[in-house]
């Protein structure tokens, strides 16, 4: 199956630093989705986005599809930012949405 | 607008006992619905999917089993717990095209 990878595992930053989260997958995709876990476990989706470029706020996302890879920026960190960040990928005629290995972000007063 | 149930927020169980975890979805018909887990500190396992009522797809071998006994309800289940079976299990709803709409606040299980 499709495997998808991100980097880095761990983050920590000073709250007001900006970041770049990537995610690299091994296959064409036909959806990719970017979601923060908070601390308490719960799963909000932030951009629905396979191709192109998108932004929410202070935060934005990037797909390049052809070569497989997405990012995930974001500007002036809160520590509401803090928790883990998941990209998950869709192969062409599935319905099923793989994970990556996530990246934790801790954002230090 | 569209809604996502899922009880209990915490379970302690033994092992051996059965599980059942309900989720619910309003405002929204004929949705697909998955069951994931998560193991502490990692990603999320996709264990089951449904795109209509009892119709269920199984991902993983494993002790557990999903059921849809309606469109906007999906059910896990076991007979009997293994201590493998802990971890934080999520129940998602996309509307196809497998763009998850979202998440229920997850089930916290841990096994003694």
């Known amino acids: 199956g499709i495997q998808v990878e991100q980097s880095p595992p761990d983050l920590i930053l000073q709250e007001g630093a900006n970041s770049t989260l990537r995610c690299n997958f091994s296959d064409s995709v036909n959806n990719l989705q970017w979601f923060h876990q908070n601390p308490w476990g719960q799963l909000i989706n932030l951009f629905y986005?396979?191709?192109g470029t998108k932004q929410n706020g202070r935060l934005s996302a990037t797909t390049v599809a052809t070569e497989r890879y997405s990012l995930l920026y974001i500007s002036s960190s809160q520590t509401t930012d803090s928790g883990v960040y998941f990209c998950a990928v869709l192969n062409f005629g599935n319905e099923k949405l793989t994970f990556g290995t996530g990246t934790r972000l801790t954002i230090i007063p | 607008s569209q809604t996502i149930h899922q009880w209990p927020a915490t379970l302690v169980q033994p092992v051996g006992s059965p599980l059942s975890l309900e989720c619910t979805v309003e405002g929204t018909s004929n949705p697909n619905l998955y069951w994931y887990r998560q193991a502490a500190g990692r990603g999320l396992q996709l264990l089951f999917y449904?795109?209509?009522?009892?119709?269920i797809s199984s991902e993983v071998p494993q002790n557990l089993s999903a059921s849809r006994p309606q469109d906007r309800q999906f059910i896990l289940s076991s007979k009997k717990l293994l201590l493998s079976d802990s971890g934080f299990y999520l129940c998602?709803?996309?509307?196809?095209?497998?763009?998850?709409?979202?998440f229920g606040d997850g089930t916290r299980l841990s096994i003694l």
């Open positions: 986005i396979p191709s």
């Open positions: 998602a709803w996309s509307g196809g095209g497998g763009v998850a709409k979202s």
């Open positions: 449904s795109v209509g009522i009892g119709q």
